[in-house]
């Protein structure tokens, strides 16, 4: 089968949805190609338990952004959602950055459209637009900076205070930010829809059944949600919280993913995911569950789907990618 034939499977499925024999080892497979193509497996703490184990760097996205910007690999193969690869493929233009399944996006990012974005700049000159990195490469070419949860109030605070600041897209983890630097934001009005549906009433029976468990939230979550945690924190912090803290018990509002970092690190303590506002037992993202050991496989093989950006609009949307990791590297994160 031609390239040509592969690109329109991609076209019409957002992956190569090719038959893997059964009997194959997917993890030997995988380990022997990214070895054969000297290729690095780059991994979200929301990805499926299976995907994380056999990945090269497991974590959040600031992380992920830092070891994007360092790796010597050729091909670099990113179980995550499109804004993470569009990131490592704004970083490393030498590089062919690939992923799973196209179909992995992000609420988020798509509560952002560039356009939009665009017009909310214009009505409000003379701000600093910082973008939390959780959106598209060309609302990232709109911003003077782009944060993580990791960063965020370091980079908020980096900006002088005469200097007013547009924070987008998610208004939940602006509005953290707000109250953790005093800072007076105008905020974009979007949200995670993994975030955004926790259950307050679900949480507080919760916390009465389990009353010495620790609840550690993100900053995406719901003020309400976060006016109840015991820690406040982007995935990489409420893993090391959990780990660190005496408590055995932690109730975690995030994605489901990372509870099986908690418990690697952990075995000995019990995590419970925090239940949403449905009938679903978690919260899931189900972006992020798309990429599988069968697609990363393939994926692989056939170096397919590949990102790639015009020129113009990397080159813009890596000038604030590259403010906010100078200023991580200036304070430490």
Not at 50 to 79: C, H, N, P, R
Request: charged share 25%; net charge negative.
């Amino acid at each position: 089968m031609g390239v040509a034939e592969q690109q329109k499977i991609i076209l019409e499925n957002g992956y190569l949805n090719f038959e893997v024999d059964p009997s194959l080892d997917l993890f030997a497979e995988i380990a022997r190609l990214k070895k054969e193509k000297n290729a690095v497996l780059l991994a979200h703490y929301y990805q499926e338990p299976d995907v994380q184990d056999i990945a090269d760097y497991i974590g959040d996205s600031l992380g992920l952004a830092q070891q994007a910007e360092k790796t010597k690999a050729d091909i670099i193969v990113f179980a995550g959602v499109h804004f993470m690869c569009e990131t490592a493929k704004i970083l490393n233009p030498g590089k062919k950055v690939i992923l799973p399944d196209l179909r992995a996006g992000c609420s988020l990012a798509d509560s952002c459209p560039a356009g939009e974005f665009k017009k909310f700049i214009d009505q409000h000159p003379d701000h600093v637009v910082i973008s939390y990195i959780n959106c598209s490469a060309e609302t990232k070419a709109l911003s003077d900076i782009i944060c993580t949860s990791s960063n965020a109030v370091a980079i908020v605070n980096s900006v002088p205070k005469e200097k007013k600041i547009i924070f987008a897209p998610d208004r939940n983890l602006g509005r953290y930010i707000i109250s953790k630097t005093g800072r007076d934001m105008v905020l974009w009005n979007g949200t995670c829809m993994v975030h955004e549906i926790f259950s307050l009433e679900k949480i507080s029976k919760l916390k009465q059944k389990h009353p010495q468990a620790k609840f550690i939230a993100h900053p995406e979550c719901e003020p309400a949600v976060l006016e109840l945690a015991d820690y406040i924190g982007s995935t990489t912090g409420l893993l090391n919280y959990s780990a660190s803290n005496s408590a055995n018990e932690f109730i975690v509002a995030t994605e489901t993913g990372i509870i099986h970092q908690m418990a690697k690190e952990s075995p000995g303590k019990t995590f419970i995911p925090a239940p949403p506002n449905n009938s679903c037992a978690c919260n899931d993202c189900p972006h992020m569950k798309l990429n599988t050991l069968e697609k990363l496989y393939l994926c692989l093989k056939y170096e397919l789907p590949e990102i790639n950006l015009p020129e113009d609009l990397r080159i813009k949307a890596l000038k604030p990618i590259k403010r906010m990791l100078e200023i991580s590297a200036q304070h430490g994160l």
